[in-house]
């Protein structure tokens, strides 16, 4: 449990600092591709039958996730208009709620 929690509390901080400093754009991109990296790392610890192999990529999959959300809500803003911001941030949220349900 603490190997999945306490990845995302520590890379929030991390995460705002990050995409505060760098193009968002490409900070979502190269998340979201280390994202995939981490997944794909997961399950050769799988295949492999490494539970520390696996916990390891889980956690710094957790780590970098954080990077591509706060990447992903600072993208609203600049790609609405104001008076649209609620709408989309609300829209934006539900997607992310139906991914994690899937």
Do not use: K, Y
């Amino acid at each position: 449990m603490a190997i999945r929690l306490v990845p995302p509390i520590v890379g929030g901080g991390l995460a705002a600092s990050l995409v505060d400093r760098l193009p968002r754009q490409r900070v979502l991109v190269w998340s979201e591709a280390a994202c995939a990296a981490t997944i794909a790392g997961a399950l050769v610890g799988v295949m492999a039958g490494s539970r520390p192999v696996v916990f390891a990529f889980v956690g710094l999959c957790g780590l970098v996730s954080m990077v591509s959300s706060v990447a992903g809500n600072a993208l609203i803003p600049m790609t609405v208009e104001q008076d649209e911001l609620a709408a989309a941030n609300g829209i934006h949220a539900v997607g992310q709620e139906a991914a994690m349900a899937l």
